[in-house]
Nanobody
Framework: QVQLVESGGGLVQAGGSLRLSCAAS????????MGWFRQAPGKEREFVAA????????YYADSVKGRFTISRDNAKNTVYLQMRSLNPEDKATYYC??????????????WGQGTQVTVSS
């Protein structure tokens, strides 16, 4: 089992920045690809970003490309999502996810409980 705990959400003005963190415990963190997803009220959960176990490969949804950056620190068992130039459409609950392979990160084995991000206009 892998336990994932997100933090860093909150209220920010449009144009502002936030950094989300996801702390992992349980199994060897560096064995897992990690991802971030989000779900806005009334909408389905959607992929935001993913990073391979080594950090050498990253992937982004078109809607966040150039604004969000995913990174990881395997020594700290933590994955981050740096979000810049936030706009009201980014308002959602953000979820961290883990999967043994980057190729199936869109259907991850493990989910965190989520952290709320609100962007005021």
């Amino acid at each position: 089992q892998v336990q994932l705990v997100e933090s860093g959400g909150g209220l920010v003005q449009a144009g502002g920045s936030l950094r989300l963190s996801c702390a992992a415990s349980g199994r060897t963190f560096s064995n897992y690809a990690m991802g971030w997803f989000r779900q806005a009220p009334g909408k389905e959960r959607e992929f935001v970003a993913a990073i391979s176990w080594s950090g050498g490969s990253t992937y982004y949804a078109d809607s966040v490309k150039g604004r969000f950056t995913i990174s990881r620190d395997n020594a700290k068992n933590t994955v981050y999502l740096q979000m810049r130039s936030l706009n009201p459409e980014d308002k959602a609950t953000y979820y961290c996810a883990a999967d043994p392979t980057i190729h199936s990160i869109v259907l991850p084995d493990y989910w965190g409980q989520g952290t709320q991000v609100t962007v005021s206009s």
